[in-house]
């Protein structure tokens, strides 16, 4: 799903039987792969952990702070199928619906359809690409973290002292990715590199550094910046302080990336105070 394989050297761990690999045969001739270094396995366990066991006004923050931190550099390959830290993640989270059997507020909305409306029509595309079976792995992948994580947060906020909650945590995650980036568009190396994923030099262009983080490329960073900035917007009477640091670390992300589309994204209509972007 998604990434192709990215492990360095000395990373890759084989794990596996006969048994299992006469199964994933059919999906892939192979055994599962680990790409992932200690540190990011060892998180990976925790946060799960923590995210079938935090109450559920706190489960997203796991979720989240695998969002934030872990690279796509991170994943454990079975056949065709990449699993990141934040698909696995997602799992957990499934898992941890089921066992406690929590439910949606409010029932099956309007956007619920269109999302589930969404994710069947991305597969059903997939025949009419020259290869469709790749198309429909990668398909998958994209069904499987857009899907499954918003109806995990379907499941995890229930009203606007929840969706408040969120917004604070996304916010103060994102500040040291935000210093990280501020480093990285000054000296040109991107710290999560060590992850793999993510180059360790920072794309130039004209003349100018484009930073990324733990992201795809510096326009995806930005992006995440921008879409957070009306997060912060939220707090303007109730906490102006933080409002204020919300806007710096989110502006400092979208200036880091050196990006038009992200710029221009947080001077839309939902973007500024008593825009469309209200909560």
């Not at 998180?43 to 995210?51: D, E, H, S």
């Amino acid at each position: 799903m998604g990434i192709s394989d990215v492990g360095r050297p000395g990373s890759e761990i084989h794990v596996g039987s006969p048994s299992l690999e006469s199964v994933l045969g059919r999906l892939g001739n192979g055994y599962p792969h680990l790409f992932m270094e200690f540190p990011a396995l060892l998180f990976t366990v925790f946060a799960a952990g923590f995210l079938c066991g935090l109450p559920r006004r706190w489960a997203a923050l796991p979720l989240l702070v695998g969002a934030s931190y872990m690279t796509l550099g991170q994943s454990i390959q079975i056949g065709p199928f990449h699993f990141t830290v934040i698909r696995l993640l997602v799992a957990a989270g499934v898992l941890r619906v089921i066992m406690r059997r929590e439910r949606m507020a409010g029932g099956w909305i309007a956007l619920d359809w269109l999302m589930t409306g969404w994710a069947l029509w991305a597969l059903c595309c997939s025949g009419f690409h020259q290869d469709p079976s790749e198309a429909l792995v990668s398909n998958l992948g994209l069904v499987y973290n857009g899907l499954g994580t918003y109806l995990l947060m379907r499941v995890f906020i229930r009203d606007g002292d929840d969706v408040l909650v969120i917004c604070k945590i996304v916010i103060v995650l994102l500040a040291p990715v935000a210093l990280e980036m501020i480093i990285e568009n000054i000296t040109g190396s991107n710290a999560f590199s060590i992850f793999g994923g993510v180059p360790a030099e920072s794309e130039i262009r004209n003349g100018k550094i484009r930073a990324q983080g733990p992201f795809a490329h510096s326009i995806l960073a930005g992006t995440v910046g921008a879409v957070s900035l009306p997060m912060a917007l939220q707090f303007v009477r109730k906490n102006r302080a933080f409002a204020l640091f919300g806007l710096m670390i989110t502006g400092s992300i979208v200036m880091a990336s050196r990006s038009s589309g992200p710029i221009l994204t947080t001077t839309s209509p939902g973007a500024v105070p008593g825009g469309t972007g209200r909560l």
